[in-house]
């Protein structure tokens, strides 16, 4: 099977390991990666906490702590929508890292955290394109995106811009994240 989960069973959190396998794989081709991509999910059930993030390519690999995977109503249970969404959102920029035509930076190398917002908010807006809707992303994605970028016009066009935009590159998103803030974009 390309997608392997950790634990493979779950001691503390009431997973199952062969349903969020199942999520990712359908997730896969939805995103740009092949149905035999090898995927790694970690998930570290010793932490409520939501932190979620790619760590690695080869294979691709995804950490997320079991507050990212939870029903936010009923604690310690999965919550398949938003285990979707966060994994989803993960394997689009693992997708985007893998495009040498997108131009991300390595993934050691660390990421000016309005950029790094402006990434997700793609991300995030790609996977709802696609059908992926698990409550009110927008508003949330909206809402944090302008804690990074301002509350102004600008962010927000440059928000819409993100949200609703395909095809974008790393220097896309990171012209958009500085027209945000209000510096110039780099020639």
């Excluded at 990434?119 to 059908?131: M, N, S, V």
């Excluded at 102004?152 to 803030?181: E, H, I, M, N, P």
């Amino acid at each position: 099977m390309p997608v392997r989960v950790t634990p493979e069973r779950f001691t503390l959190v009431d997973f199952d390991g062969a349903e969020i396998a199942a999520l990712t794989e359908d997730l896969l081709p939805k995103v740009g990666l092949g149905a035999d991509t090898e995927v790694h999910v970690e998930v570290n059930e010793t932490s409520p906490l939501g932190y979620a993030a790619v760590t690695s390519l080869d294979p691709v690999t995804v950490h997320v702590e079991s507050g990212a995977l939870e029903d936010p109503k009923r604690p310690r249970r999965l919550e398949p929508d938003g285990a979707a969404n966060v994994i989803g959102r993960l394997l689009l920029e693992a997708s985007d890292r893998l495009d040498p035509g997108f131009g991300a930076p390595p993934l050691d190398e660390p990421l000016d955290l309005a950029v790094a917002t402006a990434w997700h908010t793609y991300c995030a807006g790609r996977l709802h394109q696609l059908g992926e809707r698990y409550y009110d992303q927008r508003q949330r994605r909206l809402y944090h995106f302008r804690n990074r970028h301002g509350f102004t016009d600008r962010a927000d066009a440059a928000f819409a811009a993100l949200w609703d935009g395909d095809g974008l590159t790393f220097a896309d998103l990171q012209a958009l994240s500085d027209g945000a803030l209000g510096a110039d974009a780099p020639a």
